[in-house]
């Protein structure tokens, strides 16, 4: 019996082992004397992608999210389809709709500049991701880095994982949930809509079939997203936030208080589930909401990294080497 107890705490002693040992390759030195220059280099290239257009805050913000809800944060999303795989940018939640891979381009060129071969797509995007919240009015946080790039990239993953706008409170806890992330990070992560817009045909049946929206923003919303009989308008903009789209600030979830949440999906956080108290705290606590989104952004980076010689440093973000 104690053998068998001792092999037991001997396999478990190993494996807990190997976890911190694989989060521990995750530093944010980890480019601290290869690649010294790099947060600055990033934050220079998101600076001027904002100040040409202020979206593209949360159009990279959103593009880290889709990329680590898809077996990790291993700038898969970036990689385009190729004759062994199928690539994510076409999955049902991304077509027509993650954007800014220009941008990475952009950054990733000027990285390979200063430092060829050096840092991974994945980081990249991660560090990217921050500084267009920080440039956007939010906070900072402290991104780990050290990351590896995938090597292919699974479009079937990306329509399972990702949660649609049609989403309910109890869908979208299951999704999170499923990546180690609770409802309260949940609840803290959608606070990102308090910046960018959304697509009509994201948002039309919301707008035209329920209940659990305010009938005067439902008619605004009308305006510029035509019924589904018209046929068209799938790709008219909304903002995310009315009040304020290209500032990171708490008006999303004020917006959700008086039911002007754009989405189905967004108006769930707050329609008499687990999550109204949560949403009322943020929608006059800032401070709470930062402190609990900038937590739940490292626990998101820190989903399945590839790491040492688990991926590669990509040359091109958007082909493997």
Same mark, same amino acid.
């Given at each position: 019996?104690?053998?068998?107890?001792?092999?037991?705490?001997?396999?478990?002693?190993?494996?807990?082992?190997?976890?911190?040992?694989?989060?521990?390759?995750?530093?944010?030195?980890?480019?601290?004397?290869?690649?010294?220059?790099?947060?600055?280099?990033?934050?220079?290239?998101?600076?001027?992608?904002?100040?040409?257009?202020?979206?593209?805050?949360?159009?990279?913000?959103?593009?880290?999210?889709?990329?680590?809800?898809?077996?990790?944060?291993?700038?898969?999303?970036?990689?385009?389809?190729? /004759?062994?795989? @199928?690539?994510? *940018?076409?999955?049902? &939640?991304?077509?027509? #709709?993650?954007? =800014?891979?220009?941008?990475?381009?952009?950054?990733?060129?000027?990285?390979?500049?200063?430092?060829?071969?050096?840092?991974?797509?994945?980081?990249?995007?991660?560090?990217?991701?921050?500084?267009?919240?920080?440039?956007?009015?939010?906070?900072?946080?402290?991104?780990?880095?050290?990351?590896?790039?995938?090597?292919?990239?699974?479009?079937?993953?990306?329509?399972?994982?990702?949660?649609?706008?049609?989403?309910?409170?109890?869908?979208?806890?299951?999704?999170?949930?499923?990546?180690?992330?609770?409802?309260?990070?949940?609840?803290?992560?959608?606070?990102?809509?308090?910046?960018?817009?959304?697509?009509?045909?994201?948002?039309?049946?919301?707008?035209?079939?329920?209940?659990?929206?305010?009938? /005067?923003?439902? @008619?605004?919303? *009308?305006?510029?997203? &035509?019924?589904?009989? #018209?046929?068209? =308008?799938?790709?008219?903009?909304?903002?995310?936030?009315?009040?304020?789209?290209?500032?990171?600030?708490?008006?999303?979830?004020?917006?959700?208080?008086?039911?002007?949440?754009?989405?189905?999906?967004?108006?769930?956080?707050?329609?008499?589930?687990?999550?109204?108290?949560?949403?009322?705290?943020?929608?006059?606590?800032?401070?709470?909401?930062?402190?609990?989104?900038?937590?739940?952004?490292?626990?998101?980076?820190?989903?399945?990294?590839?790491?040492?010689?688990?991926?590669?440093?990509?040359?091109?973000?958007?082909?493997?080497?």
């Amino acid at each position: 019996m104690a053998s068998a107890v001792f092999q037991i705490f001997a396999i478990l002693s190993v494996i807990f082992l190997f976890a911190c040992a694989t989060n521990a390759q995750l530093s944010p030195s980890f480019y601290s004397s290869t690649c010294p220059n790099l947060q600055g280099i990033v934050r220079n290239a998101m600076r001027q992608a904002i100040s040409k257009e202020p979206r593209m805050g949360a159009s990279i913000l959103r593009l880290f999210f889709h990329d680590c809800f898809v077996n990790g944060c291993d700038a898969s999303v970036l990689l385009d389809d190729t /004759n062994s795989f @199928t690539g994510e *940018k076409n999955a049902f &939640p991304n077509q027509n #709709s993650i954007r =800014g891979f220009e941008v990475i381009d952009t950054i990733k060129s000027n990285v390979e500049a200063a430092c060829s071969g050096t840092v991974s797509c994945a980081d990249i995007l991660a560090l990217a991701a921050r500084e267009g919240v920080l440039l956007l009015g939010g906070p900072s946080w402290t991104v780990p880095l050290g990351r590896r790039d995938a090597t292919t990239a699974s479009q079937s993953t990306a329509n399972s994982n990702l949660p649609p706008p049609t989403a309910s409170l109890s869908t979208l806890i299951s999704l999170f949930a499923a990546q180690g992330l609770n409802a309260r990070d949940m609840t803290a992560l959608s606070g990102a809509h308090t910046i960018g817009q959304a697509r009509c045909s994201s948002f039309r049946t919301h707008i035209y079939n329920e209940t659990n929206i305010n009938p /005067n923003f439902a @008619t605004l919303r *009308k305006r510029t997203c &035509p019924g589904p009989a #018209s046929g068209t =308008g799938d790709n008219n903009l909304a903002p995310l936030d009315i009040l304020s789209p290209n500032r990171f600030d708490n008006g999303y979830f004020q917006d959700l208080l008086v039911r002007r949440g754009l989405m189905h999906s967004d108006q769930e956080l707050f329609n008499g589930g687990s999550q109204d108290a949560l949403v009322r705290l943020y929608s006059t606590n800032f401070r709470a909401f930062v402190n609990d989104f900038a937590n739940a952004m490292v626990k998101m980076g820190n989903i399945s990294p590839l790491t040492g010689s688990n991926g590669e440093i990509r040359t091109n973000c958007r082909v493997i080497n």
